[in-house]
Nanobody, 128 residues
Framework: QLPLVESGGGLVLPGGSLRLSCAGF????????VGWFRQAPEKEREGVSC????????NYADSVKGRFTISRDNAKNTVYLQMSNLEFEDTAVYYC?????????????????????WGQGTQVTVAS
């Protein structure tokens, strides 16, 4: 069992919505920063969004601002990524991971080496 398991991906029409889940197993997500990342075929992995614990400060890539919303439910030990108005360019495998080290004021979407406990990913395909 991986520490983090993503789910909720699928095939969706342009303009559609999906909600991805990142569930923690064997450890609590309550006090850690969690990030969502994606990697499309033949492209580099990119940061999508992240959320800190306690203050729930969020950060979004410019390409998803206004369309994606990250949230967390500590009772369910899960972090969500609500994706709306999906575009072809959103097609990718989406991963979640936890940020190591002290909790920052603003969580980073670059510097993937600081993130750990990567899940296996969930495929999101936007197609007509």
């Amino acid at each position: 069992q991986l520490p983090l398991v993503e789910s909720g991906g699928g095939l969706v029409l342009p303009g559609g919505s999906l909600r991805l889940s990142c569930a923690g197993f064997g450890f609590s997500l309550d006090l850690v920063t969690v990030g969502w990342f994606r990697q499309a075929p033949e492209k580099e992995r990119e940061g999508v969004s992240c959320i800190t614990p306690r203050t729930l400060t969020t950060n979004y890539a410019d390409s998803v601002k206004g369309r994606f919303t990250i949230s967390r439910d500590n009772a369910k030990n899960t972090v969500y990524l609500q994706m709306s108005n999906l575009e072809f360019e959103d097609t990718a495998v989406y991963y979640c991971a936890t940020l190591g080290g002290p909790v920052p004021n603003i969580c980073p979407l670059v510097g993937f080496g600081r993130y750990r406990n990567w899940g296996q990913g969930t495929q999101v395909t936007v197609a007509s």
